[in-house]
C-alpha cells in the first residue's frame, strides 16, 4: 500500500516562510505527477501546486510568485517552499500523487499563519 507521508506544517507568522516536504513510501515505481492541495473547513479542497515527470508546474493564483513547488523524482518526494505566507493561507495542507488513474492522498498537515 502506497503511504504519502508529509512534514513541515506548524504555526508561523504572517509574512514567514514554511517547507513542506512529502514522500511516497513503499513504491518501486515512477508516479506522474506530485501535487499539494490545501482544504479549510467548510470549503473544497483546492490545488495549490502541481509537479508532472514531465517538468511541467502549475500554481493556483493565489499563492504564484510566493510558493515553489519542488521534486526529488528518485526519492519519490515533492516540497513546497512556501514563503511570504498570508493568513489566508491557513489550511490542512495534502500531499497529492497520481500514476496513471490512481490517485493517492496524505493524511494532510495543518498550516496556521497567525500573529
Known amino acids: 500500500q502506497v503511504q504519502l507521508v508529509e512534514s513541515g506544517g506548524g504555526l508561523v507568522q504572517p509574512g514567514g516562510s514554511l517547507r513542506l516536504s512529502c514522500t511516497a513510501s513503499?513504491?518501486?515505481?515512477?508516479?506522474?505527477?506530485m501535487s499539494w492541495y490545501r482544504q479549510v473547513p467548510g470549503k473544497e479542497r483546492e490545488l495549490v501546486a502541481s509537479?508532472?515527470?514531465?517538468?511541467?508546474?502549475n500554481y493556483a493564483e493565489s499563492v504564484k510568485g510566493r510558493f515553489t513547488i519542488s521534486r526529488d523524482i528518485a526519492k519519490n518526494t515533492v516540497y513546497l517552499q512556501m514563503n511570504s505566507l498570508k493568513v489566508e493561507d491557513t489550511a490542512v495542507y495534502y500531499c497529492?500523487?497520481?500514476?496513471?488513474?490512481?490517485?493517492?492522498w496524505g493524511q494532510g498537515t495543518q498550516v496556521t499563519v497567525s500573529s
Open positions: 497529492h500523487a497520481v500514476r496513471y488513474t490512481i490517485v493517492y
Open positions: 513503499r513504491i518501486n515505481f515512477s508516479l506522474n505527477s
Open positions: 509537479d508532472t515527470t514531465g517538468g511541467t508546474t
